[in-house]
């Protein structure tokens, strides 16, 4: 059987409704405004409590993204992302189920599996966590931007632009594939569902006792 | 004689490839796991990345834009140099030309103040690694543009004694690999590079080294090394995590051990992970300014102790 299911089209802002809907496996194409930032500015927002410059309720779609800006002429009024590539959202768990929250988003796009406290958010206040059909410079951004980034919408950029918040008009990115639903389904916990079966068959190969532990140098 | 401009042109030739082409031995590996896995839903993923490697090299654009960290591996071969060659300040050069040219990524910047000059140069960086070696006539660079998947995921060091046995490798490598490759993260096929013994320095970087020096399909000398690569290999393939994080076949193209004698109690041991998109190019520059791409580094894994070892102990 297929890991990926159905496919559908959004427009931001999306509805609770629109991703009440929707299950791990599926693949989405998203159109309208994203943001973009890193953990520089989610720091801000989630522990500093600044408040965000963008309207995250009209924009309520996040990418780990940001893969930094290229200018596009001299006076810098637009700029070229560099093309974009989702990036591993592991390491923004501890702003996440915050972030979901406080700027009430409806999807949140990284590369690879998010922790407990994501998976949480999403059920409770509505979110999908979506991450690349297959490697995260795949589903289609670039190709699909409707105009280039204005420079006044790069905010806080004090970081470099590859930190920076970043706003992108774009038609039809995608496949983004759901790894996180809202009924709380974990794509890639299923797909793993063998895997620690097969590591239990190669520790016997490998001749690890059952009781095998690493010495330990603590004190 | 070989003077400064000539290493920042090499430094450049070699980085401006590794930065938009993914090299022959990795591609190939690619191509092979494509064909060979049965997973209909992980062909489905392989055809998209072709049809987009192929979309993105003839754009003249980055297959994957996160150039992450930089670093130039450097074989001094027996050529004639300028002594007052200043290598960082040459290659820093090719590394600030191909940023500001967007070839290079904006990812090299400073983590304790964070702060980006968005031009990959700064404290140690790009991070460049010598060796002198007389067997060649020529001066050898590889350049590495080496993203995040593989520094953060996917390397692991763990500090391990003899009472842990070769078990205690075995599976150090196996849960740390499998955690890199969980979820997509190392950015699997993966070409994974482990190290063994000396300590702390020398482990890491010798893993590191296996991993992104050494071409796919290449194995130790040592026999029981080589036995040992095979059969981590097929472990972490039977495993089943998979291209992409995606379940399959074909976790890791391949894995590469390097080990080194030291202290007998000391079993540093490392593991690092090289991405499919791997930028990484070697470039030979010969006395005469002639520059040449090569597939793979030859003057880096010489190991004069296997040619001087029975001369030294006589």
């Known amino acids: ?219 | 004689m070989i003077k400064e401009d000539l290493i920042e042109r090499a430094g450049y030739m070699a980085m401006r490839q590794a930065a938009l082409h993914i090299p022959d031995d990795i591609f190939d590996a690619v191509k092979d796991a494509h064909q060979n896995e049965s997973s209909a839903d992980t062909r489905r993923v392989y055809d998209a990345f072709f049809e987009f490697a192929e979309r993105r090299t003839r754009a003249g654009e980055v297959v994957c834009p996160d150039t992450g960290t930089i670093y130039y591996y450097i074989s001094i071969g027996n050529v004639e140099i300028d002594r007052s060659i200043d290598f960082w300040r040459a290659l820093a050069r090719a590394t600030v030309s191909l940023s500001r040219e967007g070839i290079l990524g904006q990812k090299s910047g400073d983590v304790v103040h964070h702060t980006n000059n968005n031009i990959n140069v700064g404290e140690n960086s790009p991070s460049i690694h010598y060796k002198l070696v007389p067997e060649i006539d020529y001066i050898e660079i590889t350049a590495l543009a080496k993203g995040g998947g593989g520094e953060m995921p996917g390397s692991k060091f763990r500090m391990l004694v003899p009472a842990d046995g070769l078990h205690g490798i075995k599976k150090f490598f196996i849960d740390s690999a499998v955690s890199a490759a969980k979820g997509g993260l190392a950015c699997p096929p993966t070409i994974f590079g482990l190290g063994v013994g000396g300590g702390i320095a020398i482990a890491a970087s010798i893993a590191h080294e296996a991993a992104v020096l050494r071409p796919v399909g290449s194995r130790h000398p040592d026999k029981d090394i080589a036995a040992m690569e095979d059969e981590l290999l097929e472990y972490i393939n039977y495993i089943g995590v998979g291209p992409a994080g995606l379940g399959g076949h074909r976790t890791a193209s391949d894995v590469h051990i390097e080990y080194s004698n030291g202290h007998m109690g000391v079993v540093a041991t490392a593991l690092v992970a090289q991405c499919l998109m791997a930028h990484r190019a070697t470039v030979k520059l010969f006395a005469d300014g002639r520059m040449e791409l090569a597939t793979a580094p030859e003057g880096w894994f010489t190991r004069p102790w296997r040619k001087s070892m029975s001369e030294v102990t006589k």
């Open chain 1, 1 to 219: 059987m297929s890991i990926f299911g159905k496919e559908y089209e959004f427009t931001t802002p999306l509805s609770e409704d629109d991703v009440r809907k929707v299950k791990a496996g599926d693949l989405l194409y998203i159109s309208g405004d994203i943001w973009s930032a890193r953990s520089y500015v989610l720091k801000k927002f989630v522990v500093d409590r600044e408040p965000l410059p963008v309207d995250t309720k009209k924009m309520n779609v996040f990418l780990t993204g940001g893969e930094g800006l290229r200018p596009v002429d001299k006076e810098h009024t637009c700029w070229d992302p560099v093309p974009i590539g989702v990036t591993l959202g592991l390491r923004f768990e501890r702003f996440f189920p915050k972030l979901i929250e406080y700027a009430g988003l409806r999807c949140v796009i990284t590369k690879g599996n998010m922790g407990p406290g994501t998976r949480d958010a999403c059920v409770k206040f509505g979110c999908l966590q979506l991450t690349a059909f297959g490697w995260p410079v795949l589903p289609r951004f670039n190709e699909v931007l409707k105009a280039k980034v204005k420079d006044e919408e790069v905010y806080w950029r004090e970081a470099g632009m590859v930190e920076a918040l970043i706003v992108y008009h774009v038609g039809k990115t995608g496949p983004w594939l759901v790894n996180m639903d809202t009924r709380g389904s974990v794509l890639f916990n299923q797909i793993y569902s063998p895997v620690n079966d097969r590591i239990a068959e190669v520790y016997k190969k490998i001749g690890l006792p059952e009781d095998f532990e690493y010495s330990s140098l603590e004190q």
